[in-house]
């Protein structure tokens, strides 16, 4: 009878290690399946934001309307986040996150589809690319017969192009695919999260999400690197003869191979979402159970409970409602609560602004090339992201930082990211001699506006077409805005380097054979402005690493100001706000006052203006900085009123609550509020 016992013993044990190894198992494969959602969910984030500026010159669309484009991300996700956070816990998570995986990757496609159904891109109105022959027509020079020749072009085939051109519209395919992948987005975080909190072991949560958030800073290694390769290659790349493109990737109208960082983050999307269709509900519970009653008792029994059911269910709605109210009427009435949203809205809003023209500004104001750019940001500039966020989370849990502890931690981080922003003005660069624009078209004196400045005795007999940009650069370090109305003659081809000569408004003093020539291109910054990009670089750095630190003790103090069966509530709420406010009106209107400084417009075979083809550098250096620096003053204000409320309310509480304010900071990773694509949430437990 023992033995029998023990034998039983013997097999129920083994029995449960089956389980838990099963169990096991399972957890692990959602972790890692769930890992390459998040590469995939920060991929595509990155992709779309180092896009921007291709997408807007590919589509001859202005800043603020790349912005809206920007945004659309955002408004999938508010469509659908209410209806994620209240059903997903309910339904089968997994699932679900495999679903979004598959239209994250489905937008990321979708957003890329406008590519192969535009045509050959024009990067000016005298560019004709011949299919059959990839043949591009010859540049415009100051030619007596140079209005005859455009008018004979332009009646063979600018009906044609203007027809074709209206394909810029298809900028909504655009929108429609990155807004799709928001809504596919929406249920990686938080259902992976709630996921992780139910079935792993206890007090193992944290450490998985901050393993998690490590692992997804991959998705934007891997992005800015393929962003910086891609940008290089040109946007038509294998369908023409690469040969007969005369502009470089430094050129205002290059756009690079924007579509395939989407084609390629969308194809990882899709992949990773396969695994999750195949885990279960619940890891702890095998997937197909057995029957223990009969049909007909459960039949009985559904008939028996089904009016009861139907009753509570309508007082438990009824319920839910008063007491959603009633909590969102506490936390809207809690003064910490109200100023904290405030702040944390003026302060992303700064910074997603600032990060979507990133590129655009070290074009225009340093003369880099996207590429360049990209690659400066995915080498340097994140990496030292991701230590400030780690050493922000190391210090809040090193020290047991209390509330007011916390609150002047990320005061102090905000005053100095604020300073080291102020040494930016200083590195702001002249405005490029523009002839045309800056100066007089014989680059004797300047002008106090670029709108209609009038020809020069140097070109007023070349009938130049002046709504054209095809800059070259002058022996006298002066760019123009085309060979013609820098009254060139003659040029050596279309070979490259281009280089045209006779060109009558470009005087350069101690020639001895008075050739004034120009060479195709913008003329370079010189070397004062040279040395300014490498201060600016080392500033960026710095400026990222203590936004990072900033940002990070934001994801506690969200947690630690409400009561904590209200904290899902405060989180959605200020998710609410941050999502709408700030990741759709900041991209917006950071771009609608990068449009004002625009000097010069391209203009499509419609006679419609397109995207911004040069920038007034200094007026837009300081409309970017000082509309971040005015996000972030406000900021700091606010910063120092939630400090005196805090000491006011918690005066003597928090030496009383230590315990408790452990357990709450390791919930903070738990539920840290995935504000944008700019940030991974930090991991405070490791």
Known sequence: ???????????????????????????????????????????????????????????????????????????????????????????????????????????????????????????????????????????????????????????????KDCVKESGSHMWIYVFMGNMLRGIGETPIVPLGISYIDDFAKEGHSSLYVGILNAIGMIGPIIGFTMGSLFAKMYVDIGYIDLSTIRITPKDSRWVGAWWLGFLVSG????????????????????????????????????????TANLTNQGKNVTKNVTGFFQSLKSILTNPLYVIFVLLT??????????????????????????????????????????????????????????????????????????LFHSLYFPLICDSKSVAGLTLTYDGNNSVASHVDVPLSYCNSECDCDESQWEPVCGNNGITYLSPCLAGCKSSSGNKKPIVFYNCSCVEVTGLQNKSYSAHLGECPRDDACARSYH????????????????????????????????????????????????????????????????????????????????????????????????????????????????????????????????????EANLEFLDNSEHFVSSAEEQ
């Open 1 to 159: 009878m023992d033995q029998h016992q023990h034998l039983n013993k013997t097999a129920e044990s083994e029995s449960s290690e089956k389980k838990k190894t099963r169990c096991c198992n399972q957890f692990k494969m959602f972790l890692a399946a769930l890992s390459f959602s998040y590469i995939a969910k920060t991929l595509g984030g990155i992709i779309m934001k180092i896009s921007i500026t291709q997408i807007e010159r590919r589509f001859e669309i202005p800043s603020s309307l790349a912005g809206l484009i920007d945004g659309s991300f955002e408004i999938g996700n508010l469509l659908v986040i209410v209806f994620v956070s209240y059903f997903g816990s309910k339904l089968h998570r997994p699932k679900l996150i495999g679903i979004g995986c598959f239209l994250m990757g489905t937008g990321s496609i979708l957003t890329a589809l406008p590519h192969f159904f535009m045509g050959y891109y024009r990067y000016s109105k005298e560019t004709h690319i011949n299919p059959s022959e990839n043949s591009i027509s010859s540049l415009s020079t100051c030619l007596i017969n140079q209005t005859l020749l455009l008018n004979r072009t332009s009646s063979e085939i600018v009906e």
């Open 267 to 306: 194809l990882f999307s899709i992949t990773s979402s396969i695994p999750f269709f195949f885990l279960p509900q619940d890891p702890t519970k095998p997937q197909k159970r057995k029957v223990s009653l009969s049909l007909h008792v459960m039949k009985t029994n559904d008939e028996t409970n089904q």
């Open 345 to 418: 809205l003026l302060h992303v809003s700064g910074v997603i602004g600032a990060f979507t023209y990133l590129i655009k500004y070290m074009e225009q104001q340093y003369g880099q090339s996207a590429s360049q750019a990209n690659f400066l940001l995915g080498v340097i500039t994140l990496p030292m992201t991701a230590v400030g966020m780690f050493l922000a989370g190391y210090i809040i849990k090193k020290f047991k930082l209390p509330l007011v502890g916390i609150a002047k931690f990320s005061f102090l981080a905000s005053i100095i990211t604020f």
């Open 535 to 666: 201060i600016y670089v080392a500033v960026q750095v710095l400026n990222s690493f203590l936004c990072a630190i900033g940002l990070t003790s934001y994801s506690v103090l969200v947690i630690k100001i409400v009561q904590p069966e209200l904290k899902a509530l405060a989180i959605g709420f200020h998710s609410l706000i941050i999502r709408s406010l700030g990741g759709i009106l900041a991209p917006i209107y950071f771009g609608a006052l990068t449009d004002r400084t625009c000097m010069k417009w391209s203009t499509n075979s419609c006679g419609a203006r397109g995207a911004c083809r040069i920038h007034n550098s200094t007026f837009l250096a300081r409309v970017y900085f000082g509309l971040t620096a005015a996000l972030m003053f406000p900021t700091l204000v606010l910063l120092v009123v939630f400090i005196f409320v805090v000491k006011k309310k918690f005066h003597g509480k928090d030496t009383k609550a230590s315990e408790n304010e452990r357990k709450v900071t390791d």
